[in-house]
């Protein structure tokens, strides 16, 4: 008798898994050359080896950036005032840049912490739609809002009335 599957009508139906062997390595089409090590590297031991790779790679030295910011922290002032206002000139641009990018987190941290606003502006309310033209131009045309007649929109009692007069002369 075969076994049949229970579907629970709460689960969803996944397609049954395709099971087959694993690709051999020859056909994933990975293949290497011959080893390229020179004679010198293969005569040296592990260790040394290491030791070769990682002074040509110059991992253990320090990067320009880190050795440009090993200056003293104190400050002698030169004796020459051309070189006294070139120092304080380099000291303020650093300072400046530093208050900057300090600037530049605290927004954004601001904004981390305030999250999303959407939603929580207060929308329109008006149902009139001068109002509201009003209010989106901003105060360039407010002080002509005075002079601002209704529009058609709002002229429909007087066009109702002028039919119905119309209609009844």
Not at 88 to 104: A, D, H, P, S
Request: proline share 8%; aromatic share 4%; with cysteine.
């Amino acid at each position: 008798m075969p076994h049949t599957q229970q579907i629970h009508t709460g689960d969803p139906a996944y397609a049954s898994p395709v099971i087959r062997p694993p690709s051999p390595a020859s056909s994933v089409g990975t293949a290497y050359g011959p080893d390229e090590t020179s004679l010198s590297d293969l005569e040296l031991s592990q260790d040394a080896f290491e030791r070769k790779w990682t002074a040509n790679l110059r991992l253990d030295e320090p990067k320009d950036e880190e050795v440009h910011n090993l200056k003293d922290v104190l400050i002698i002032p030169p004796s020459d005032p051309v070189e006294q206002k070139l120092l304080f000139e380099e000291i303020l641009r650093g300072f400046r840049q530093r208050v900057q990018e300090l600037e530049e987190d605290e927004i954004f941290q601001q904004t981390l912490m305030k999250g999303s606003q959407v939603g929580k502006e207060q929308l329109p309310s008006a149902n009139n739609i001068d109002t509201l033209i009003q209010d989106m131009m901003g105060n360039s045309i407010c002080h002509d809002a005075r002079h601002v007649s209704d529009g058609p929109w709002n002229r429909r009692n007087i066009a109702d009335e002028t039919s119905s007069s119309m209609r009844t002369a």
